[in-house]
């Protein structure tokens, strides 16, 4: 039996990384997702960027674009980095769901341009949020580490309003779509271990003949009536219900609070918010 539950697992395991190969065409090319006209992030750092730009789209089929520039005009990264989402090409939605992080060098400016479903989900406390997770190593000028913190952040609070608006199953392992491909050999190795383990104690420790033993009831058994009391059967509770004007019907939207929005060159609305490094 245990042989037969560590199988199914494993299957559904794999299963589950051969499905995260779905849904966008193997023809698109990701890498126009990653624009470092800066030259300010190293080769390895940006095949773990795509990993997971590509597992957030293909989880919540959102587009993330990683941006450096040092040409920027002054005051113009707003407009920079809408125009650039825009007329890129990006989202795969009707909406065009996405948001683009621009780091501005000529500016000094941490800036998020947020589209689509991502304005509300991405909204203005959020984006602080995020602000604060990636302000120090922009300042310190790692920015491969500025960019990884991004997408890690972004991913927490998508995470969120997924599990928020669609539940979490967890026997549908939708939660296995999140893991990187060394999480999948770890949870491999740790259920083969774990499935190892208990074969083993099952099968050196469970000694009970279950076709044979049989337990003396009349000899094992006692009950002792150690108190008696009479209780109220039957009692009538009135309710007034107390109405309030602070309900909050919606769900989770990232962190609560609205998004800012603006309109730009293309007529596509858009919000987003940064600041200074």
Known sequence: MVKKVFTVLLLLLLTASFALAEGISDAYDWNRHIVDNANVLSAEAKVTMMEKIKTIAKKYNDAVVLVTSNEVEKDKYVSFSDDMYDYGGYG???????????????????????????????????????????????????????????????????????????????????????????????????????????????????NLNYNTYQYNLQENARVDILESRDEFSHQTVSRTRISTSNSNSGGYRGGGGGGSTHTGSSGTRHGGGGRSF
Do not use: H, P
């Not at 996405?98 to 501005?104: C, H, N, Q, S, V």
């Not at 602000?131 to 998508?158: E, H, I, P």
């Not at 608006?165 to 491999?188: M, P, Q, R």
């Open 92 to 206: 795969f939605d009707a909406q065009k769901s996405g948001i683009l992080f621009l780091i501005d060098f000529n500016n000094r400016r941490l800036y998020m341009s947020t589209t689509g479903e991502l304005i509300d989900i991405v909204n203005d406390a959020v984006i602080e949020k995020i602000l604060d997770d990636v302000g120090t190593s922009a300042s310190d000028g790692n920015y491969d580490s500025t960019m990884l913190n991004f997408l890690n952040s972004l991913q927490k609070y998508l995470r969120a309003d997924y599990r928020a608006k669609n539940g979490v199953n967890f026997f549908s392992f939708e939660w296995l779509e999140d893991l990187t491909s060394l999480d999948y050999g770890i949870a491999i190795l740790v259920a083969l271990l774990l499935s190892l383990g208990l074969y083993y104690t099952v099968s050196r420790q469970y």
